[in-house]
């Protein structure tokens, strides 16, 4: 653990402000939207915001997990928005993104998960922006394979999902959550012939022979696209921070998944699994293939 929670020079985040943060801020507000980027208190709200980007999650903003490094409010959810779909296919047609990423709290007190309006979210979103690439961060189901059937039929272009720490500290650090049924995840979408891509957080305990078999666990499961990132402590009620990690290391790291056949790999300081999706879209050709005409 810290003995002081200072950050390093290398943490300064990019504050909001500008014309488009604000018209960013007016849309979301306007469609009462939720987005990650405020309820998980993430680090580049600012310089996503003032790009006109943002990182929407539906099916309300309570979690029935309590995951100990995750800032979102967790309780029993109240809320069940069936108008929410249309909404957010409307706001990222006013925001104008060629791509999009959607998650979502965890709700473990619907019967299929929110999987019908994850598939209702994504098709309104398709209907209303025929030519956005979407990129989908949901839980896992459970493990049922049912319902994320019923989100991937949507046919999302990226299905992400992160399994956010090495095998040891997913109880402590997930809760209920599973390192073998976050694979599965990963592993289904991909046998259906999606791209798939993950997180990590570095710096909340890890050991190095740790990361790197997580690495090697990625790459085996042919996941395409990996996103790893400093662990920021949301409260004192909320895991520790073990280290401040040099970029040197993100770096180093970065390197090692590359190596193993991991196809495209953003690490960093800062990095979250949303920084950069639409580059990513680009790398993967998923905006020109959105942008053609069928047949």
């Not at 801020?25 to 987005?35: A, F, G, S």
């Not at 046919?155 to 992160?162: A, F, G, K, S, T």
């Not at 012939?193 to 078999?213: A, C, H, P, Q």
């Amino acid at each position: 653990m810290l003995e002081s929670a200072r950050k390093p020079d290398w943490l300064r985040a990019r504050l909001p402000n500008g014309p488009d943060y604000l018209e960013t801020r007016r849309n979301v507000d306007e469609h009462k939207l939720h987005t990650v980027c405020q309820s998980a208190q993430c680090p580049n709200l600012g310089e996503c915001w003032s790009r006109g980007t943002a990182t929407v999650m539906i099916l309300g903003n309570v979690c029935t997990r309590s995951c100990t490094f995750c800032a979102v409010q967790t309780g029993r959810p109240t809320e069940l928005d069936l108008g929410e779909p249309a909404r957010v296919a409307e706001s990222i047609a006013r925001m104008k993104l060629r791509h999009v990423v959607i998650t979502s709290v965890a709700r473990d007190d619907l019967r299929d998960g929110g999987a019908s309006v994850w598939a209702a979210t994504i098709r309104a979103t398709r209907h209303r922006n025929p030519s956005t690439t979407i990129e989908v961060l949901p839980a896992d189901f459970r493990g049922e394979q049912e319902h994320l059937d019923t989100l991937l039929d949507a046919r999302p272009d990226i299905l992400n999902h992160n399994l956010e720490t090495v095998e040891r500290l997913q109880r402590p650090i997930r809760k209920t959550a599973r390192y073998d049924r976050s694979f599965w995840v990963l592993r289904h979408a991909k046998s259906r012939g999606f791209v798939t891509k993950t997180g990590v957080m570095l710096g909340i305990g890890e050991r190095e022979e740790e990361v790197d078999r997580l690495l090697s666990d990625i790459a085996a499961a042919k996941v395409d696209i990996l996103t790893l990132g400093q662990y920021l402590q949301p409260s004192k009620e909320h895991a520790p921070i073990d280290r401040w990690v040099h970029p040197d290391e993100f770096a180093r790291w970065k390197a090692r998944a590359l190596e193993l056949g991991v196809g495209h790999v953003e690490s960093g300081p800062l990095v979250r699994s949303s920084y950069k999706a639409d580059e990513q879209a680009v790398k993967f050709d998923l905006l020109g293939r959105r942008s053609r005409p069928a047949g």
